[in-house]
């Protein structure tokens, strides 16, 4: 019973780990850059470890950061982490059916579904003698593994490096815009970008930059809403495609 | 760090908490194959673009009051739309703009 198992968890690994290759190089990447950027802002190195290991989720980790370095206000980082991370709530209703019967196993898999570790598990297509639960375990570990290393990389060896680091925290506005140049090109519907720049802007404007993200979330939520009946999306992104 | 220690850690479990629960909420709500509204689907498809460009401008909050008024940033941003739509590649544009920004403030826009 117990090599059973052994072999079991094995096969899921061989059968998982090559798919993780793509991801291993991107977030070791990411993840020492994020590491490197908070040592360069002066955190201790258990702040990227821990932050990396228990948000896990890199867009808002990277506010995090900015977050720290602002006046005290836990309901916007609150509010703040459910916004930006709204996304999951749609990877979790794709995966229902899924991680359905894993026991155990289903806590760790919705702790560390990230974006990348989500679009594998989605997708995988396993041949019979792979255990889909132990599979999915695998990918989620080792892309967690790899991100929280690179953190950790980064932020230990940052002393090592010795560069003239001012500017580097413009990493994070770069990340974002490439990921909305991104997905500029993949989806044909461009109104709730333009929506998400203009709405922000003007509240920026009006209500000042302590203040602004608050009724800038409320307003994209509002107009979203309100144009639901003419930005119906054919694009199913919240299915998942076997 | 202009935060105490516990502001901190409260700071980022607060963070923690949100983030869970945005990736545990539709295990807790639709048990057993429930299908989730179309509204919750629909905010699903618009939602995470919005987001994201509303975090663009969140990067720049500061930069738009300063004495530049965001444009080493705004410099930066089209460079960054240049080399994205020259390799397509997520690590060229990041790395790139990066360290575009980084020599802009070092050598063009000092003190």
Redesign the interface.
Known sequence: MKANQYHRWLRAFKSAWPRTIPICA?FF??GLSYGFLMHSL??AWY?PA??SF????G??EF??I???????N?LH???L?????????????S???K??GMGLK?FYL??G?CDETFSINCSAKLPEDIDRGCFMTWVTLLNQMYWVGGALAGALFGNLINI?????D??????????????W?S?P?HR??????S???LC?LLC??QN??LP??GA??GV??LL?PR???A????TCKE | ????VT??I???A??????????????ML?P??RK?PT????????????????????????A??SARHALP?LI??AF??VL?KLF?S??I???G??VG??????HVFVG
């Open positions: 991107a990447a990411i002066g955190f702040y821990a932050m228990f948000i896990y989720a867009a808002m506010v995090t900015n977050l720290l370095l602002s006046p005290f836990p980082a609150f509010l982490a459910l916004m930006v991370n709204a996304r999951h709530v749609f990877y979790g209703i995966m229902l059916d991680f359905k289903k919705i702790f579904m003239n680091a001012k500017g580097i413009f990493m994070m506005t770069a990340l974002f815009t490439a990921i909305v140049l991104e997905q090109d989806i519907e709730p970008a333009l929506l998400g720049f709405l922000s802007a920026l000042g930059p602004f993200v800038a979330m994209i939520l979203l809403l639901r930005l119906q999306i694009q199913a992104v919240s | 760090m202009s935060m105490s502001e901190s409260v700071t980022i607060l963070v923690v908490i949100a983030t869970m629960l945005t990736r545990f909420l539709p295990f639709f057993a194959g989730a509204v919750i689907r629909y905010l699903g498809q618009v939602l995470p673009t919005a987001v994201i460009a509303m975090l663009v401008i969140y990067c720049l909050k500061d738009v009051f940033e930066a941003i960054i739309v994205h397509h997520m690590m544009s990041v790395v703009g990066t920004y980084m020599l802009l403030m070092q």
